[in-house]
């Protein structure tokens, strides 16, 4: 790879010996993808948690070995150092303000408070969620960042128009650390066209519709680019984070477009790479196929745990919430956790959605879900969410059933303990 | 016993050797793959409740989360990680995440190699070489 003064600066140890790890990493990574240099970034968001249990023995030794093993794949111990750029930290597996009701210890809450305050003081702003752009992070069109978050990824790309593939958590720490990651995948423009026309036929509009159409979307393209068209309403924030998040569950779509909405798509031909004209059709069928693998995995009507709020729930999503829940109370034998960043718990608190959440007997979390947390409440077999990439990912990781559906459709089964719904 | 060949592009250095597992369907580190013992657990996937641990992993790349790469270095540290990859879509997750599993790595055959290895296979990885030597009793 060809590497400019600075970079070979800092891989011969200039710069100390973190960033000569780093920058080893970054060699390795980017020999391994075929790329022949290095891009300048100023936007990472990546994880430098400690609670989970294959992380605590690292972090028992110091933090700065945790740090070095897994944010760098360093064998050696080197001082962990100020990021270099802007940096923040992902969604963890631990609400330190609301573990015990989580059922998650206090000594792992105390691991993953040692991390945000050991890392927060080097320059890792500790946004703990899945949807940065949420909370104020928000980068520019063609600004090149390196990110993870699979859903976070797709909506870099696709609908800010930013530029960055999903990274890992050692890409990250290591690009947090030289402000470099290879210039490879959806940092070369050409990379960015669409590969398909992806046409829906039956009407796509509100959460769920969006979350089914990106479940499909997923499943159809796999890790390709699909342009989106047809019966689409226009999208807000809330129904393309559904989209995305789906579609990198059931598949890996990284960018997608849709002509005179996302900023890379003015029109059909300019959204599309010379030569694909391979047309999919998005129809009645597949969308009751995408439900029915959302909900496969549910084998009794009996819902002991609503969750809402993967990814992380919008202010817009909590209000709405509430008011469904406001003078109502949830069933004796179900749970209900809904999911916010960190910073828009403030908010709910402020605008008392957070008490009218905790009368009806739910509960409002941040900086975790369950099934990166890989926590549901006790003895939960069936769980009711709103969430294409929760009702996908929870069966496998966690062994319960989940049905999927509306917002409405998920509080009400809060309520009655069951679940009543459908598809319209 | 039939021998086959199989050039290609490598991808983390190094030489191994081992049993073929195949998996016909992409993985997905983090909720796909168990790396305490190394054993696929996603629903719906062919090879659900299959160990690729110790063996030469044959898929067609990465999907999913993010947290891909750190499925895998956990693997590594568990000892439950292949002793080596061959994999035929490149893509961020699947570069980092083989770099960090260290173990031998390629893609990018002059062949299809879903169509020459069978699970079962006895299979040569010498990455350092760009071949994949493919042994059937």
Redesign the interface.
């Known amino acids: 790879m060809k590497l400019t003064d600075h970079e070979q600066a800092m891989l011969q140890g200039d710069h100390g010996p973190a960033k000569a790890r780093a920058m080893d990493?970054l060699l390795?990574?980017g020999r391994?993808?075929?790329a022949e240099r290095l891009v300048e970034v100023r936007n990472v968001a990546g994880t430098w948690n400690a609670g989970s249990p294959?992380l605590r023995p690292y972090a028992d030794e110091s933090m700065d070995r945790l740090f070095s093993k897994?944010n760098l794949?360093s064998d050696e111990v080197v001082e962990t150092p100020q990021a270099e750029v802007y940096t923040c930290q992902l969604i963890h597996g631990i609400d330190t303000r609301n573990n015990r009701l989580m059922g998650v210890p206090d000594e792992a809450a105390d691991y993953q408070r040692r991390a945000e305050a050991f890392f927060g003081r080097r320059g890792v702003s500790m946004f703990n969620t899945c949807t940065p752009y949420q909370v104020g992070n928000v980068p520019v069109k063609g600004e090149h960042c390196a990110?993870?978050?699979?859903s976070a990824?797709v909506y870099c790309n696709a609908v800010l128009g930013a530029r960055t593939?999903?990274?890992?958590?050692?890409?990250t720490g290591a690009a947090s650390l030289t402000g470099r990651i290879?210039y490879?995948?959806f940092h070369v423009p050409e990379n960015r066209l669409g590969t398909h026309v992806l046409e829906a036929e039956p009407e796509v509009r509100g959460i769920m519709e969006w979350g089914l159409f990106g479940y499909h979307a997923g499943e159809a393209v796999?890790?390709d680019i699909p342009v989106l068209t047809g019966r689409l309403h226009q999208p807000g924030l809330i129904d393309l984070k559904h989209f995305g998040a789906a579609g990198?569950?059931s598949?890996?779509i990284e960018m997608y477009h849709i002509p005179g909405t996302t900023p890379e798509a003015p029109g059909l031909e300019a959204a599309l790479r010379p030569g694909a004209h391979e047309r999919l059709v998005y129809t009645a069928a597949d969308r009751q196929r995408a439900w029915e693998?959302l909900n496969h995995?549910a084998s009794s009507d009996d819902v002991d745990f609503v969750m809402l709020g993967c990814p992380h729930n919008a202010i817009e999503q909590v209000w709405t919430a509430a008011k469904l829940l406001d003078g109502r109370r949830v069933h004796e034998n179900t749970e209900l956790w809904i999911f916010t960043p960190r910073a828009l718990k403030d908010t709910a608190d402020l605008n008392g959605y957070t008490e009218v959440i905790e009368r009806a007997g739910g509960h409002l979390l941040s900086d975790t879900c369950p099934?990166i947390g890989r926590v549901v409440p006790k003895g939960t077999r069936t769980v009711a969410t709103d969430s294409a990439k929760q009702a996908h990912?929870l069966?496998?990781?966690m062994g319960v059933g989940c049905h999927f559906g509306s917002v409405a459709q998920c509080v009400e089964a809060a309520i009655t303990g069951r679940w009543r719904g459908g598809l319209a | 016993m039939s021998v086959v060949e199989i050039r290609g592009?490598c991808?983390?250095p190094g030489v191994a050797e081992g049993a073929a597992f195949v998996s016909p369907e992409?993985i997905s580190g983090w909720?796909?793959i168990d790396?305490r013992t190394g054993t696929i657990?996603?629903?719906?996937h062919p090879m659900r409740g299959q160990s690729f641990a110790g063996k030469v992993l044959l898929f067609p790349?990465?999907?999913?989360?993010?947290?891909?790469?750190?499925f895998f270095?956990?693997c590594r540290?568990n000892g439950t990680a292949p002793v080596a990859q061959l994999f035929t879509?490149?893509?961020?997750?699947a570069?980092?995440?083989?770099?960090?599993t260290r173990v031998p790595?390629m893609t990018d055959f002059d062949r299809d190699p879903f169509e020459l290895i069978r699970p079962g296979d006895h299979v040569r990885v010498d990455a350092d070489a760009g071949l994949v030597t493919v042994t059937r009793p």
């Open positions: 990493l390795r990574y391994a993808l075929g294959a897994f794949d990110w993870m978050e699979s990824v593939n999903t990274e890992g958590r050692e890409s290879p490879w995948g796999g890790e990198a569950s598949g890996g693998n995995s099934a990912y069966p496998a990781i | 592009r991808v983390v992409t909720g796909g790396s657990v996603e629903m719906r790349g990465a999907k999913g989360s993010s947290g891909y790469s750190h270095h956990l540290v879509r490149m893509t961020a997750k570069a980092l995440g083989c770099v960090v790595a």
